[in-house]
């Protein structure tokens, strides 16, 4: 699946640190999405961008900053990270208003030490 | 909560067998979608099921959807070594998607 790219594949960053993850999708659709997926929980919607808006999601830390430049592109900004904020981050796109799939890329395993 | 809940969380058969797997979920449904997941890899999509179907096949997959219970069931016929993945549903709400924590299958060859 090469129709969303998700940049870096792997990371290992100190709590202190300042990262950014990078998504982009070649798929021509409108919508993006950040997963946070953890051992034996469930995929968590984090942020949604749906033609080119943010929706709102009041439950993730405010460490974890998104941004989408455009409809292509998407990035989460990361810094002051926390240990359990160790996972793997899934970026998502989908074309709203169609009811279709999501597509996703294959995301970055973040390790906080 | 809005996410699907599949069940089980673990399976193991042997190639040839037949996979059934199941999920619930709690809130009306525009449709539902069935993913895999192999390891160290994203989520691809496998079918989608709107709500006012009933059953939907594509290849050796096999989709219900029953609306009264909330409940819908993948079917992987024939299996192989391949299908060795986890497996997951999806339900669309308002273009927000909802995802349980997956079943686990493993094709033992």
């Known amino acids: 699946e090469t129709g969303v790219t998700q940049t870096p594949r792997h990371l290992v960053m100190g709590m202190t640190n300042k990262k950014s993850l990078k998504c982009e999708q070649h798929?021509?659709?409108?919508?993006m999405y950040w997963y946070k997926q953890s051992a034996k929980k469930p995929l968590e919607l984090m942020f949604v961008y749906s033609l080119e808006e943010r929706v709102e999601n009041n439950s993730v830390p405010s460490r974890f900053s998104p941004e989408c430049p455009n409809s292509s592109h998407l990035f989460l900004h990361l810094h002051t990270l926390q240990p359990e904020d160790s996972a793997l981050y899934l970026c998502a796109s989908s074309q709203v208003g169609q009811g279709g799939p999501q597509h996703f890329g294959d995301g970055t395993r973040l390790s906080i030490l | 909560s809005q996410q699907g809940e599949e069940d089980p969380q673990a399976l193991s058969i042997q190639e040839g067998e037949n996979a059934t797997m199941n999920c619930s979920y709690k809130t009306s449904i525009n449709n539902l979608q069935w993913y895999r997941q192999n390891s160290g890899r994203g989520l691809v999509h496998l079918i989608l099921?709107?709500?006012?179907?009933r059953e939907k096949h594509s290849g050796r997959l096999r989709v219900t959807l029953d609306t009264s219970k909330k409940s819908s069931s993948l079917l992987i016929t024939a299996s192989r070594a391949a299908d060795t993945a986890s497996y997951f549903c999806a339900t669309d709400d308002a273009n927000q998607f909802y995802f349980g924590t997956g079943t686990s299958l493993t094709v033992i060859p």
């Open positions: 798929l021509g659709h409108n919508a």
């Open positions: 099921i709107r709500s006012n179907e």
